[in-house]
């Protein structure tokens, strides 16, 4: 039978000799596991004896507990009504509720770069820091949206666009427009809901939501919130333990995921948050390898892709390798600075693979700075099936919630028509790469780029360390 303990009996535990803490209603004795913390020991013990959930709950995915503290250190259930509350004044908090109040109204919003705009100013700093922040200088952050500047359309007109259909498939599912919410770790920094809030959008506009691996919300939530035939993928990261991976798929596979995305990378690089990426990295195996491909086929029936394809070399050993699609992605820049965008790789291949008679033989789907339905138009016209969108999704649901996510995803829409109708397509079929003038693309990196205000008014740029008050004197 377990016990019940007191708030009181708790607190006893309250220095590093003795270390309990509470997460969600749950004492834990963390003393020998102080050391080993990834964050440190001081972060812990600053919660020594009281309820730490709070911290704990955006930063670390929801199994952290039961996958890595010893069974015989869960204590059992709390009484949490004799837990005392702290009275703490945060005042970071105090401010947000404050520009909350002043926030502009959503119908203020036209477009994916004004949530973001929003969302900086209501966010947590650390929260804001982790969605944000690229890899070291942020060039290929950057690049990935400007990169889309250097394509220029080719229009055609006397077309009939009357009648515009923007519905396409993805790996056999019909959806309404050719994007989806991509995966994107620790949900609840932005929304108190975590991830659910974009299934709940997704459904809306009939897109497919990617669930990411390092979910705030548990797998089963997120699977739960679906919503009539609404399709969900599986992004997986791959871990150590490869028994902890197969649970994973085959779960996936049972609540009914329609594919399964392996990211490909060997961690998260450190960024400005300085902890939520890191905590991200312990989970990721960087031995995976090509080799693995064929154990992941015999484990699963879902379609199989490959997410953070950075090369036209390794599209074609995807091929080799049998695998079902590729994302091309650089992880939204996250990783190694100075890779190109997904779009240049994206031109760069179209051409290869119809010379190898290899066009069409796999789906490809881009990610990265995708913030207009212009962007999702030269994506198609290159030969991607369809797009990832992450950052934008989650400044909208930051700030605005579900119904910030469905005006951001209405946006899109009503830009993809009328960019439809503008190009002279009527059909995603239409789309093609006579539309495209992509002669800047090829002058690599050293094609001029238009100003783009409006997304550098928004870029939080990157700051060298700061003296400290007293020296200014
Ligand atoms: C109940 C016990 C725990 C508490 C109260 C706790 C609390 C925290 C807090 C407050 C942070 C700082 C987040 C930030 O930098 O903003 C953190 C970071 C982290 N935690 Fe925990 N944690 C606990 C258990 C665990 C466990 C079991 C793991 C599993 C390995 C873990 C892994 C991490 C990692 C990887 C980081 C990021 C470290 C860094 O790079 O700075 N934590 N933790
Ligand atoms: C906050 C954040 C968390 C992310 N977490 C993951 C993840 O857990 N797994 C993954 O495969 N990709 C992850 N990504 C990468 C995205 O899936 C995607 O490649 C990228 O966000 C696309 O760029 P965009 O944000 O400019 O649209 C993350 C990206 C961001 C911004």
């Known amino acids: 039978m377990s016990t019940i303990l007191t708030g009181a009996a708790v607190a006893e535990h309250n220095s590093k000799e003795s270390c309990w803490v509470i997460v969600h209603g749950k004492a834990y004795d963390v003393t020998d596991f102080l050391e080993e913390h990834p964050g440190g020991s001081r972060i812990i013990l600053r919660y020594a004896g009281k309820d730490a959930t ?20 869960h204590l059992g259930n709390v009484n949490m009504q004799t837990v005392q509350q702290e009275e703490s004044e945060d005042p970071e908090q105090s401010l947000i509720k404050e520009r909350i109040q002043n926030m502009p109204p959503l119908q203020a919003c036209y477009n994916l770069m004004d949530f973001e705009t929003v969302a900086r100013e209501v966010m947590r700093k650390t929260s804001w820091a982790y969605y944000s922040s690229g890899a070291d200088d942020e060039i290929t952050m950057r690049e990935n949206h400007s990169a889309f500047h250097k394509i220029w359309f080719r229009p055609r007109i006397l077309v009939d666009v009357e009648q515009i259909d923007i519905s396409t ?19 609840k920094l932005g929304h108190p809901e975590g991830e659910v809030v974009l299934t709940k959008a997704a459904h809306q506009h009939n897109v497919i939501q990617m669930i990411p691996t390092l979910a705030s ?16 993928w599986l992004q997986l990261y791959v871990n150590k333990d490869r028994n902890i991976t197969q649970r994973i798929v085959a779960h996936a596979e049972k609540r009914g995921c329609k594919a399964l995305f392996i990211t490909a990378s060997g961690g998260t690089a450190v960024d400005r948050s300085q902890g939520a990426a890191r905590a991200i990295s312990s ?18 029936t879902m379609p199989i892709l490959l997410k953070g ?22 992880h939204g820049g996250r990783q190694l600075d100075t890779t190109p ?4 790789i994206l031109a760069e291949a179209a051409p290869a693979l119809r010379a190898r008679g290899l066009e069409g033989r796999i789906e490809i789907y881009i990610d990265g700075g995708i913030r207009r339905a212009t962007d999702i138009l030269k994506a198609l016209c290159l ?4 797009v990832g969108i992450g950052r934008p999704f989650l400044y909208a649901m930051s700030a605005y919630g579900v119904n910030g996510v469905n005006h951001a995803m209405q946006l899109l829409k009503d830009e993809m028509e009328m960019g439809m109708r503008l190009i002279g397509a009527s059909h995603i079929k239409d789309l093609n790469a006579s539309l495209l003038d992509t002669r800047s693309l090829q002058g690599g990196h050293s094609g001029a780029v238009p ?18 008050e007293k020296s200014k004197l």
């Open 309 to 330: 394809i950075q090369s036209v070399d390794d599209i074609f050993r995807a091929i080799d390798a049998g695998v079902d699609g590729v994302v091309i992605s650089n």
């Open 169 to 187: 498939t993805m790996l056999g599912s019909k959806v309404s427009i050719p994007f989806y919410v991509t995966a994107t770790a620790l949900g």
């Open 283 to 300: 989970f990721i195996d960087p031995s995976l390898s090509w080799k693995d491909i064929p154990w992941f086929k015999s484990i699963t």
């Open 383 to 386: 030969g991607a099936k369809g």
């Open 217 to 232: 919300c548990s797998f089963d939530e997120i699977v739960d919130a679906r919503q009539g035939d609404q399709v969900q």
């Open 451 to 468: 100003v783009d205000n409006l997304s550098l008014g928004v870029y939080d740029s990157l700051q060298g360390p700061r003296f400290s």
């Open 341 to 344: 965008s997904a779009i240049e």
């Open 54 to 73: 709070k911290a704990f709950e955006p930063v670390h995915p929801p199994d952290t507990l039961n996958t890595y503290l010893d069974p015989a250190k």
